[in-house]
């Protein structure tokens, strides 16, 4: 022991060196706990070593008697010693001792021995008390032990209450706190013990001064609440001023606890006050509101505190609330302004559960505030709170944000509204909640994890309320006028807004909302988003139509049937169901009226989907099995189906294959009778657009459909799609029966003139049955008729219209009975142009002539006004005397001739040019030139002639181009080729006043154009082919060719002297250098140049370029018309004597030449320009020999 610094040298001479352990002597220890001369520095540096040596403690601990005399040491010390390190040190020893040796007899002998010098004398000390507090929290179960089998220890624990000593009182409830913890302990304490704790708890709250005993105390009260039946005693205990404990109520006490300056008993009282109201919110939390308690809390929250109070504070006003009291005695009105500007400045901050907390408070009062009584009466106060509301959902916190848009969706309902309504905070409030949906969804979006789906379906249910809310308000607003005149529009309007809410369902919420159910599905979150969607149908009825169209094809109706099918099959989810069937009805209206026009129909329609949509639970998959049944109970459902696989389909939505759907109608439509039109009409767009997966309907079917539509006469009163005409002209039997009637009823209403060119250009039939509704009597679908064929007739040539046989000889009998007739202008207008197209295919039969005739007797009951009718006549007639064979001509064209109202109409064309359309002098001009050739050629008989300027025509080709119709020209410069090749034509009399009087010999000789008008017509076709059109250079080139050939019968000088002006090497270097490729044109002046000039010596140069380019080139890339023209050209050359060299290269080229195929000739093919029918013969580069 030498190095022990404690020993007593009076005890340890007495002890052996078994009591040593670690430098110790354990015996030294034991024997200074029991003497008084020990000083307490020495004690508690023997205890001190003690605690630092295990082996010390286990030498005191071996035998029971030895530790049972060490521990009365150390208690007595406990009970006696005064300075606090060595009672420190004590009670650190006894815990130690009490863990080192774990009995439950040896802690009872412990709380024995404390009772004992309790009672006798020793009052309960700080020190004591704290040292029981401590071993409570070292041994809980301890606690049980007190409340049992030691209640004595417990009493007098309890009696520590009365004494005077704060310390003492806060060392108490220590204890205390630590028995109440324990909630086996609670069970078994008896119920007087329990009263009077209350009881002496009361009174020392209402007597407490300082904050530590306070604090401990409602630490006690705060964990008694946790029990119902403490709660109970707690609040029953009324004002005991008269008892021999006096005390305040604890409403009181915890509401004087609330007014004082520090921050730590306010939290500790409101925290109480949260306590009793968890239990029991309704049955006390009126005492705490008749307390005022609720006004002092608000009072503490305006005044600035730090987070912990002010979620205490949000917290305890939660509970408060759900009591009516709160909001019958105004708290909600008077507390509403400084919460929200509470919350202002807690949502700057960073604590979130405050700011949670805040707004779960703001959420209650708006949703539990009466109607009757506004928190917001002006506009300011409104937008204060939007702000608030604005600023807690776009925080980064999604919780908050969450807590904020709950807010947000109580707050937009109409009882909250101020006056005037505040649009524009309505506005802002969506638009930063659709922000949130849309960032929560990209978000979600880029993670894998499907762990968040459902609080991702969370997130959308909030979202959705909310902007269901405002679509509500909205609503409202356009109902109620009321609303709908408090509306401020000094910034927004309830138009501008319904369509902010449109576009904020369409680009949010849609792809949102679907992107959740492709995963998941959730009948809550899928009725508010179907309400949502339903709603904008009475809040833009305006913009429903492109909406609902853009719902169809997104496949809405499906996604709805199959919620339906899956949600709400066996009486499940009824609000559901309720709603499906509300958007479903109001989406296929909107959709069917697009499609029928009738109120009636979609009266019925609209019947038949309210009755059966709500029982329509079962799967896409079973819908042929229910059409296949033919029950009468059923006939509604399998209407209702057929209209949705109508809607479907026209919206590129399948909810079956396209053969299941055309199998299942096939069978409906087979079996059942009478149906409505608007059904049959159904019946047929299916049938039209999955027809491709079926077979072809056989003749039984046909029949069936035929007698199903003989029944409905009001089916063709409608305009039915193109798809269903197309199946109708697709079986002969149903064409021939109602393809009329079909096209009657498309053709009443506003069309499309290009809708029906497809069709009429698939199926011959159709044109038909066109020509057929034109040339009914004056009406509407008639009108609509011509207009369709007439656009058909601009895009079509005569391969389209005129490769059937059957179909031409059917159109030429039409014309026929309808000239028998003559009963329609318009319709026989356009039926003659579409017989010139057909007679332009090259197909005659013996009714041509009957035609001829019939046209011809038309002429002459026709006047120069009727200029339409005219010009289809004239066409007609040009393209019939095109087309006639050549053994067939002379009859056709004395037939013609003999009609002298025909050759008067031609010359009051002619003659009025001015007055007359563009059009028809073009087919006059046409018209007149061929009749002039073949009277020509075949001296046809002539009863009266036609006057034609043609001074004038030649005047418009040199003097104005620029404002005269390019067909016009063509026509004119034909026309003028045909009066140089006949000559003198016992047809025409063509005026020759433009001569001057006496004639000259020149004039003489060049009568009737003169050689000015020679002059002229040269310059005027030399400005023609530089222009870039083929067809206008071809017919300036037949022109020039026949001028000159004019010329060399009539002056050869002349002739031979325009050849060799130098404008014509002018025009020929043009042609040939044009494009850097050898063009028929060129090739064709060429050759008119070699062979009128009487030899190939003034244009050697130019005829060696040729032949050298083609040298160079090859005559492979040369096209079949160049091929052509260049045979010609060589052959021309080489009969006109070359010299040598040249011959020979060009006899070279013509052997290379051979092998190439000949040209095929296109005279008879006849061309629509315009309104003109016009045969290409007379417009290309003349083939004939010079």
């Not at 060392?171 to 913890?181: E, G, P």
């Not at 087979?670 to 159904?682: E, G, I, K, N, R």
Request: hydrophobic content about 40%.
């Amino acid at each position: 022991m030498s190095n022990l610094d404690v020993i007593c040298e009076k005890i340890h001479d007495g002890h052996g060196p078994r009591w040593e352990r670690g430098g110790i002597c354990v015996a030294c220890v034991a024997e200074m706990m029991d003497r008084s001369d020990i000083s307490a520095v020495r004690k508690r540096a023997a205890l001190v070593s003690v605690m630092r040596v295990d082996a010390a403690r286990e030498l005191l601990y071996c035998e029971e008697g030895r530790r049972v005399n060490f521990t009365s040491s150390l208690l007595k010390t406990l009970f006696s010693a005064v300075d606090s390190s060595l009672l420190d040190q004590t009670v650190q020893v006894l815990l130690q001792v009490t863990l080192d040796v774990p009995n439950q007899a040896f802690l009872l002998f412990i709380l024995d021995q404390i009772h004992s010098r309790w009672t006798d004398g020793q009052k309960a000390s700080l020190s004591s008390l704290m040292f029981l507090g401590k071993l409570l929290d070292a041994h809980p179960a301890l606690s049980q032990t007190l409340t049992s089998s030691r209640l004595c220890v417990l009493e007098c624990v309890c009696s520590a209450l009365l004494v005077s000593d704060e310390d003492v009182k806060a060392a108490v409830c220590y204890v205390l706190f630590r028995i109440w913890s324990f909630s086996a302990a609670v069970q078994t304490l008896p119920d007087t013990l329990r009263q009077r704790m209350c009881v002496l708890l009361l009174h020392t709250l209402s007597n407490t001064h300082t904050t530590a005993l306070t604090i401990n105390c409602l630490g006690v009260v705060k964990q008694m609440c946790q029990f119902s039946d403490v709660v109970c005693v707690l609040m029953n205990l009324k004002d005991g001023g008269e008892d021999p404990l006096p005390y305040q109520p604890l409403p009181l006490i915890l509401k004087k606890l609330l007014l004082s300056a520090q921050e730590s008993l306010q939290v500790v009282s409101v925290r109480c006050v949260c306590a009793v109201l968890i239990l029991a919110p309704l049955r006390f939390s009126s005492s705490f509101i008749q307390a005022d308690l609720p006004e002092f809390l608000l009072e503490v929250m305006s005044d600035g505190c730090s987070d912990v109070l002010l979620w205490s504070v949000f917290s305890c006003l939660l509970l408060l609330s759900e009591d009516p009291l709160f909001f019958s005695q105004c708290h909600a009105v008077y507390g509403v302004e400084p919460l929200v500007r509470c919350l202002k400045e807690t949502l700057g901050k960073s604590n979130t559960e405050v700011q949670k907390q805040g707004l779960k408070l703001l959420t209650t009062i708006l949703d539990r505030q009466p109607a009757v009584v506004r928190l917001f009466p002006t506009g300011s106060e409104f937008s204060a709170v939007c702000d608030v509301i604005v600023e807690g959902v776009a925080s980064s916190c999604l919780q908050v944000s969450m807590c904020a848009v709950r807010a947000a969706a109580v707050l937009l309902r109409p009882n909250h509204q101020s006056s005037p309504l505040q649009l524009t905070d309505i506005k802002r409030i969506v638009e930063v909640v659709m922000s949130k949906i849309t960032e929560h969804h990209h978000t979600r979006s880029r993670e894998s994890c499907s762990g968040s789906d459902s609080g991702t379906a969370g997130v959308l249910l909030q979202t959705l309320t909310c902007f269901d809310a405002a679509c509500r308000l909205v609503e409202a607003c356009v109902c109620d006028s009321a609303l709908m005149d408090s509306v401020c529009s000094a910034q927004e309007t309830l138009e501008s807004v319904c369509v902010f809410l449109l576009h904020c369902c369409d680009a949010a919420c849609i792809p949102a909302v679907t992107g959740v159910c492709e995963r998941i599905s959730s009948p809550q979150v899928l009725q508010l988003f179907l309400s949502v969607l339903s709603r904008q149908f009475s809040l833009c009825p305006d913009h429903m139509t492109s909406f609902s169209r853009k719902l169809a094809t997104s496949g809405f109706i499906r996604l709805t049937l199959e919620s339906k099918a899956q949600l709400c099959s066996g009486n499940r989810n009824a609000s559901l169901n309720q709603i499906c069937c509300d958007f479903l009805l109001k989406l296929c209206m909107c959709l069917i009226s697009q499609e029928h026009t009738r109120t009636s129909e979609l009266q019925d329609v609209e019947c038949v989907l309210q009755d059966s949509l709500p029982s329509l639970c079962c799967c896409a998959s079973d819908w042929p099995s229910v059409l296949s049944d033919f029950p009468q109970s059923l006939s509604n459902t399998q209407h209702c189906l057929i209209y949705l696989l109508h809607l479907s389909l026209l919206h590129g939505d399948r909810f079956l294959s396209d053969l299941a759907v055309f199998s299942a109608v096939l069978r409906f439509v087979s079996c059942v009778q009478d149906l409505p039109a608007s059904v049959l009409s159904s019946v047929l767009y299916l049938l039209s657009v999955t027809q491709h997966a079926g077979p072809r309907l056989d003749t039984v079917s046909v029949s069936v459909l035929s007698e199903a539509l003989s029944s409905c006469p009001p089916l063709f009163s409608r305009a039915l799609p193109l798809t269903v005409l197309s199946f109708i002209f697709m079986y002969p039997e149903l064409s021939e029966r109602f393809g009329a009637p079909a096209l009657t009823g498309r053709l009443s209403e506003e069309t499309q003139e290009q809708e029906l060119l497809e069709l009429l250009h698939t199926h011959p039939a159709a044109l038909l049955a066109t020509l057929a509704v034109a040339c009914d009597a004056e009406s509407a679908a008639s009108r609509s008729a011509v207009g369709v064929l007439q656009c058909f007739l601009r895009s079509a040539d005569s391969s389209s219209i005129g490769g059937t046989s059957d179909l031409c000889d059917r159109i030429r009998s039409s014309l026929l009975n309808v000239l028998q007739r003559h009963t329609h202008t318009d319709g026989l207008s356009v039926l003659l142009d579409v017989s010139s197209v057909i007679h332009s295919s090259g197909q005659r039969e013996h009714t041509d002539f009957r035609l001829l005739y019939h046209v011809s007797n038309l002429v002459g009951k026709l006047d120069s006004s009727d200029s339409e009718l005219l010009l289809s006549v004239f066409n007609f007639l040009y393209c019939f005397l095109s087309v006639c064979p050549s053994h067939a001509t002379d009859r056709a064209v004395c037939l013609l001739l003999g009609n002298v109202r025909l050759l008067e109409l031609l010359e009051e064309v002619l003659s009025a040019s001015s007055s007359s359309s563009s059009s028809l002098q073009c087919s006059s001009l046409l018209l007149l030139s061929s009749l002039t050739l073949l009277q020509h050629k075949h001296t046809a008989q002539v009863n009266r002639s036609v006057s034609v300027d043609l001074h004038q025509i030649i005047r418009r080709l040199a003097f104005s181009k620029r404002h005269t119709d390019t067909l016009l020209i063509k026509c004119s410069v034909r026309f003028v080729q045909v009066c140089l090749d006949v000559d003198a034509s016992a047809l025409l009399c063509v005026c020759d006043a433009a001569l001057q009087r006496p004639l000259t010999s020149i004039d003489g000789a060049l009568h009737p154009i003169g050689h000015s008008g020679a002059t002229s017509l040269m310059t005027a076709l030399s400005a023609l082919m530089l222009t870039t059109q083929d067809l206008m250079i071809c017919a300036a080139l037949n022109c020039l060719r026949s001028l000159m050939g004019f010329l060399r019968r009539r002056i050869p000088e002349t002739a031979q002297h325009m050849v060799c002006q130098p404008w014509m090497r002018f025009l020929l270097f043009s042609l040939l250098s044009c494009d850097q490729k050898l063009r028929p044109a060129a090739l064709q002046l060429l050759t008119q140049l070699v062979c009128f000039s009487g030899g190939v010596s003034h244009w050697r140069t130019e005829v060696e370029s040729v032949c050298e380019e083609i040298e160079k080139r090859g005559e492979t890339d040369l096209s079949d018309d160049s091929t052509h023209t260049l045979r010609l050209m060589l052959t021309q050359c080489c009969a006109l004597s070359p010299p040598d060299d040249l011959r020979m290269r060009m006899e070279a080229i013509q052997e290379s030449l051979k092998h190439l195929p000949p040209s095929e000739s296109s005279s008879r093919h006849v061309l629509r320009v315009g309104q003109v029918s016009v045969r290409l013969s007379d417009f290309i580069i003349s083939t004939q020999d010079q």
